[in-house]
């Protein structure tokens, strides 16, 4: 979650979007690295034309995690992890409505205070095909030092793994733990410390991995950074100080034509750094508030948008390639580097999805459908029944698909013009975004996590 929208945003949101991890290879091409928005860290599953289970659907397996936790489950080498947080006495996240009420104005004011109770950071590993549990390890113990939001958890940070490994951070504890992926037995850990999130909403941005490196991006009120370790020994590589305040979103590694770069989405900031130092290639600031989104990419296009209550909603396309300030100097000023940008109501917690030339972005009970060069919009339609939605959105084949917190899930057409293929509803509360790296649809809600079939478009 991989998700919240602004520093300033109202009480009701909570932090799933953000959480991303970038592969070399596409799915199902013996990539093994995979987190939050799968291995390309984009929402792009590619897979055979498939079509989403339906009511009803006999689950291949199910398992009740102890704890809560709105990570998404992650595979590799054959296995689920699963990021979760528990406590005696511990609340069951909210919906949407409900943890809006609840909040109340104690997170504006700043006197919030997160609970004296003990809780217990864990990571489970269950069997791909089964769900039977593995393994679990014990990630950290202690009171929390910050609060968070009603419908947020104390395990929203999406783990990442190459099959061997498992890298799970969780903010809210300042914890950064590598473990071996087959036993579970810890290899290194870093101790980030934990710094206040804006309004109490608590913390969400994911680690992302490459091939030899973890990166963290740890935006808050106080002592911003981003860093890089090593993968194998947990030893510090580098690290930046970001003088920007609270944002969710996470890194994202966007391999283009021209370089692989570092991209942030910040507090008024979206910025693409060196991967191997940190220093900055570029940044474009006509931006207002911080993101819970991570950008959406295809070749060498990047966009990165939001929206929340207090600011409108923002759109930037950015050209792979170019240094320095991408802002324009004025209204008139067109720069190289951004392909275009708007103000037009954007996703608030669900990251979008860029594929076959158009961005799907999901807000509200909407789906709008744009033509990725230009910003224009083909179409923008309700989905019939739909809740809020805090999963990100994702390409699967020739369809895009959306899953509401209430645990429907709309199969739509990757075409200019809006077709509904297919909808289920699953039930259960929502926030976690769906992991399909194993060719099957693994669902991770409140209660439990679901393991089900996905079949080939036109078969019974």
């Not at 991995?209 to 860093?227: G, L, P, T």
């Not at 029944?385 to 959105?393: H, L």
Request: proline residues 7%.
């Amino acid at each position: 979650m991989s998700w919240l929208w602004t520093r300033n945003l109202l009480p009701g949101i909570a932090l799933l979007t953000s959480m991303v991890v970038r592969a070399a290879e596409p799915a199902g091409t013996g990539s093994t690295i995979n987190g939050f928005r799968g291995p390309n860290g984009n929402g792009v599953w590619n897979l055979p034309e498939v079509s989403v289970p339906e009511n009803g659907t006999s689950s291949l397996w199910r398992y009740s995690p102890k704890g809560f936790g709105w990570a998404a489950p992650v595979t590799g080498g054959g296995k689920v992890f699963l990021l979760a947080a528990d406590a005696p006495k511990i609340s069951k996240p909210s919906d949407f409505t409900k943890g809006t009420r609840e909040m109340g104005l104690g997170a504006y004011l700043g006197t919030t205070k997160p609970p004296k109770e003990i809780h217990t950071w864990t990571v489970t590993a269950l069997d791909g095909e089964t769900g039977k549990s593995l393994w679990v390890a014990e990630l950290h113990k202690s009171a929390p030092q910050i609060p968070h939001h009603p419908s947020n958890t104390y395990a929203t940070e999406t783990p990442a793994t190459n099959g061997k490994v498992v890298c799970c951070w969780a903010g809210s504890c300042g914890q950064l733990v590598c473990l071996a992926a087959d036993t579970g037995k810890e290899i290194w850990r870093q101790d980030l410390g934990v710094e206040p999130r804006a309004t109490g909403f608590g913390s969400g941005s994911s680690p992302v991995i490459d091939s030899d490196r973890v990166f963290i991006q740890c935006d808050n009120e106080k002592k911003s950074f981003v860093a890089a370790f090593s993968l194998a020994t947990g030893k510090e590589l580098w690290r930046q100080p970001r003088k920007v305040k609270t944002s969710w979103s996470t890194p994202f590694i966007w391999k283009n034509s021209k370089r692989t770069e570092l991209v942030l989405c910040g507090d008024g900031l979206l910025t693409g750094l060196d991967p191997n130092s940190g220093d900055e290639l570029w940044r474009y600031t006509a931006l207002k508030g911080g993101f819970a989104t991570s950008p959406a990419s295809e070749g060498d296009l990047l966009i990165a948008c939001k929206s929340d209550p207090f600011n409108p909603g923002q759109y930037v396309a950015v050209r792979a390639g170019y240094n320095g300030d991408l802002t324009p100097k004025s209204k008139e000023e067109e720069s190289r580097g951004i392909a275009w940008s708007k103000k037009e109501k954007g996703p608030g917690l669900a990251s979008p999805v860029l594929a076959k030339g158009r961005l799907f972005v999901s807000s509200d009970q909407f789906i709008t459908c744009m033509e990725s060069s230009t910003g224009k919009q083909l179409w923008k339609e309700r989905l019939p029944g739909a809740k809020s939605v805090a999963a990100s959105v994702w390409a699967l084949g020739n369809s895009i698909c959306v899953l509401d917190e209430s645990g429907k899930l709309f199969q739509i057409a990757n075409e200019p013009e809006y077709k509904l293929l297919a909808k289920s509803d699953f039930g259960d509360l929502h926030w976690s975004t769906p992991d399909l790296a194993s060719g099957k649809l693994v669902l991770r809600g409140v209660n439990e996590v679901v393991c089900l079939p996905l079949k080939p478009q036109g078969k019974p």
